[in-house]
């Protein structure tokens, strides 16, 4: 096989050809530093200069404010489950409080009550994990330390349209599967995370956005990898970063900024394409189910049901005939999952909503 097919996995996820194409290009030689990205000291000038421009590139495209720090980290998402409750709520006397809107926030709690006292200040799991809270359903705790919420739940496709109120409680957020797909105001949030495997770059870096104040939080008898300070105060050169997924990301936000316009049209192409899906599932009279409510509706992951398990076997069988890939739901749920990130073009989205169309009409 040397075509590419259409990708819709949920991560590692398809990645835009131009980045792809720059990164090829440059593979042997990364312009002026005589090697490749992937053989230069993380301490040399020409790593620093990738560094640095990946950095000033996501402060550009998401305008972060000067008292936030950006960091380049290892370990995923799934560490950071244990990096916040350990640098922001152990030791802290005070609660942190989770609100669960799907697989990964329960994840992320089951590290934090490790740390800390816990208070799950909504949970979403009665209904399946269908919907988000309505405004006055958060039973935020008194002492909080922060508010968890994950932007957009991945496996179920819920997502958070607008910051949940939260008051002068630190707000944490998991961004992992839309991070970079819309504007975000980043002085609603203490703390952003995102690995970048869904829609900003390769696995093995993970984004994250903190604001000074909780730096200076978090022990030093945590283990030194484990404090996010020590990555601030050595601009995430603690130890050797994972050099090769910063310049990706560096490179896709320059995609982002350059080719798409910055992240406010990013997000209207984002909708158009959603909205392509979710037409065919509301007009199929029952046959598509699509799995979210509709104003909680993920324009990243777009989650379906069909009649019987037996028909979505075969329509993911036929999808894959057809080149449209990697749409089985999550182990965990079944069904069928699009992912349409960043990188999926329209044409994509095209292929498959036609192909939703056919199927549909033959059975
Ligand atoms: C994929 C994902 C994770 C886990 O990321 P890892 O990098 O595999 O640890 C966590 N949260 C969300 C919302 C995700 O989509």
């Given at each position: ?128 994990y269908d919907r988000l809270p309505a405004a006055g359903e958060l039973q935020l705790s008194d002492n909080s330390a922060y508010v968890h919420i ?79 300070r020590n990555h601030s105060e050595n601009d995430s050169c603690y130890n050797t970063p994972p050099t090769f997924g910063v310049y990706v990301v ?114």
């Open positions: 096989m040397s075509e590419r097919v259409f990708n819709f996995s949920a991560g590692p996820a398809v990645l835009p050809i131009p980045v792809l194409e720059e990164i090829q290009r440059d593979m042997l030689v990364l312009p002026g530093a005589g090697a490749s990205i992937l053989e230069i000291s993380h301490r040399g000038k020409d790593f620093v200069a990738v560094l640095e421009d990946a950095e000033r590139q996501l402060r550009d495209l998401l305008a972060i404010p000067n008292n936030y720090k950006v960091l380049f980290l290892q370990g995923g998402s799934r560490l950071q489950f244990s990096m916040v409750p350990m640098n922001l709520l152990r030791g802290s006397g005070k609660t942190a409080d989770y609100l669960l809107t799907g697989s990964w926030g329960k994840k992320a709690l089951d590290e934090a009550v490790k740390e800390g006292a816990t208070h799950v200040c909504w949970d979403g799991k009665p209904h399946n994950t932007s957009n739940e991945t496996i179920e496709g819920v997502q958070f349209s607008t910051e949940p109120d939260v008051g002068d409680t630190p707000l944490v957020a998991d961004l992992s599967s839309d991070f970079l797909s819309r504007p975000v105001p980043v002085e609603r949030y203490g703390l952003i995370y995102a690995c970048a495997q869904k829609n900003a770059g390769p696995a093995g870096v993970t984004v994250v956005i903190i604001r000074d104040d909780l730096l200076a939080l978090g022990d030093k008898s945590l283990p030194g990898m484990l404090l996010y560096g490179l896709i936000a320059k995609w982002l900024q350059e080719e798409i316009g910055g992240l406010a049209s990013m997000a209207e192409r984002n909708q158009e394409k959603a909205a392509l899906l979710y037409d065919v599932i509301d007009d199929s009279d029952g046959f598509y189910q699509g799995h979210a409510a509709r104003e909680c509706r993920s324009l990243m992951n777009v989650t379906f049901r069909l009649p019987s398990e037996d028909l979505e076997k075969s329509f993911l069988q036929q999808a894959t005939e057809r080149d449209l890939c990697s749409l089985a739901g999550h182990r965990s749920v079944g069904g069928i999952r699009a992912s349409i990130y960043n990188a999926m073009p329209r044409a994509g989205v095209e292929a498959l909503r036609d192909f939703m169309q056919e199927f549909r009409q033959a059975n």
